[in-house]
């Protein structure tokens, strides 16, 4: 393809470095649609002949009916994906194929191709992320109701209902969303037409081609659009956010599904057993979904040092950033497919769960702020009267709803019999009805509004 001022071929070695074939094939559709839409730009404009344009567009279906049939065939010396296309074109319908490179350098199509390949990964991913939050609306409606402690620092605090737990992850896969589709629209911009890094002296008609290709606009400077991969880090950044929210609803899997808190059973399809030990249940998906998270942030932070520094207008360094963003896709892929798959179908121990809120002496707040609005006392001085009541319950071994009333009493006169109405878990949760508070009544509100947006 430049062969004209060489005397030798390449090393083999360099053949190796060079091509990235062995990777970008996988954006051959790509790749053919661009030079689909940037032909048919040609022969309107009468850069290339009508005739010329459209013998190249008949041979561009075949070589696209090729590669669907047999896939993308691995030829070093054809460098890339770009080179490997133009060659099978050129056997298919003979030396016309060398027009379809006028007014074009792999450079625009090379950014071109793959910001449609990162444009149809975001589409897949707002797929996959609207069906893990359908699979979490439901389980979370389901639990609205179910009390279950709630922590910090891994402590139990107050008790929450299972539903706002899981409506928390709702809100982290909706920012995801968000993201993802902020990215897809700052990022349809079509590159094509800015040829090699300064634009072309041919009268292109790049509103054609970027209409054509579903991108809003063309790029706006030429130097820019060939070297800029913002939108391939705006990908991983937002896949890495996406991911490590995954990491953290894994995690608590993992831990949940642990004997000393038996607040979820996995299902046989989400577990696998052990060699040598037969009664276990490994959580090895929640596991992974956990441990992928760092090898997607890992593909992150490759691409972000691959660019770093980087003068304009293309170098060829750049070649490099396919092999992250498709391996972040791909886990990506398999992290959200797994997740809903485990969240539709793990069975949550809710007996489990409320005992544990019911022992740690979750309610103690609910005493606290009863103080506050029964007996007019000062939070601070409420607090050390609970603390007191706790202390109590603790020698009695008793949760805080079982300490007799005359025990209480001899603590604080104030308390009477109407405390033991907010010290049950139920009671506590039910109180809680500050907008984005844990009340089954909050929970519901939420996860209708959810449904109204995602409708
Ligand atoms: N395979 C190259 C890449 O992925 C295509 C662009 C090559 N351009 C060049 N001037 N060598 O970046």
């Known amino acids: 393809m430049w062969g004209g001022r060489f005397a030798e071929g390449p090393a083999a070695v360099m053949r190796e470095i060079n091509a990235s074939i062995p990777f970008d094939k996988r954006m051959w559709r790509q790749d053919i649609a661009g030079s689909r839409a940037h032909v048919a730009m040609l022969g309107a404009q009468g850069i290339v002949a009508p005739e010329d344009a459209a013998a190249i567009a008949a041979g561009l279906d075949q070589v696209a009916a090729g590669y669907e049939a047999d896939g993308v065939p691995v030829d070093l010396a054809l460098e890339d994906i770009h080179m490997a296309t133009?060659?099978?074109l050129a056997d298919a319908i003979g030396p016309v194929a060398g027009r379809l490179h006028t007014a074009r350098s792999r450079n625009d199509q090379v950014a071109t191709d793959f910001k449609l390949w990162v444009?149809?990964?975001?589409?897949?991913?707002?797929?996959a992320l609207s069906a893990l939050d359908t699979a979490l609306l439901a389980r979370a409606e389901e639990h609205a109701d179910s009390v279950m402690p709630g922590f910090t620092h891994l402590q139990s605090a107050q008790p929450v209902t299972l539903g706002h737990h899981l409506m928390a992850y709702h809100e982290m896969i909706a920012r995801d969303a968000s993201r993802f589709a902020d990215n897809r629209a700052r990022a349809n911009l079509c590159p094509l037409g800015s040829a090699a890094l300064a634009g072309t002296g041919f009268p292109v008609d790049r509103h054609a081609t970027a209409a054509a290709l579903g991108f809003d606009a063309p790029t706006r400077n030429s130097l820019d659009a060939v070297s800029d991969r913002d939108f391939a880090l705006d990908y991983l950044m937002a896949a890495s956010q996406c991911a490590l929210h995954l990491s953290r609803?894994?995690?608590?899997?993992v831990l949940w599904a642990s004997q000393p808190f038996g607040f979820v059973s996995l299902s046989d399809q989400w577990s696998t057993?052990?060699?040598?030990?037969?009664?276990?249940r490994n959580p090895d998906a929640a596991e992974l979904v956990r441990g992928h998270a760092g090898r997607i942030t890992g593909c992150l932070v490759s691409l972000m040092v691959t660019m770093k520094g980087l003068p304009l207008a293309y170098s060829k360094d750049m070649q490099d950033d396919k092999p992250p963003v498709f391996e972040a896709h791909d886990l990506l892929g398999l992290c959200l497919a797994a997740m809903t798959g485990m969240?539709?179908?793990?069975?949550?121990r809710t007996d489990r769960m409320r005992g544990l809120a019911e022992s740690g002496f979750a309610t103690a707040t609910d005493l606290a702020d009863w103080l506050v609005r029964e007996g007019d006392v000062p939070f601070r001085e409420a607090h050390h009267i609970t603390g007191r009541a706790v202390a109590r319950a603790e020698a009695l071994g008793v949760t805080l709803d079982r300490v007799p009333l005359a025990d209480l009493q001899a603590i604080d006169a104030r308390i009477d019999a109407r405390v033991f109405d907010v010290l049950s878990v139920d009671a506590s949760v039910a109180s809680r009805t500050s907008f984005g508070g844990t009340a089954p009544a909050n929970v519901r509100a939420a996860i209708r509004a959810a449904r109204g947006e995602k409708a």
């Not at 444009?119 to 797929?127: K, P, S, W």
């Not at 609803?249 to 899997?253: D, G």
């Not at 057993?273 to 276990?280: D, L, R, T, Y």
Request: no cysteine.
């Open 273 to 280: 057993g052990s060699s040598i030990m037969p009664q276990k």
């Open 249 to 253: 609803l894994a995690e608590e899997f």
């Open 343 to 348: 969240v539709e179908s793990v069975t949550f």
């Open 119 to 127: 444009r149809d990964a975001t589409d897949q991913v707002l797929a």
């Open 86 to 88: 133009e060659a099978r």
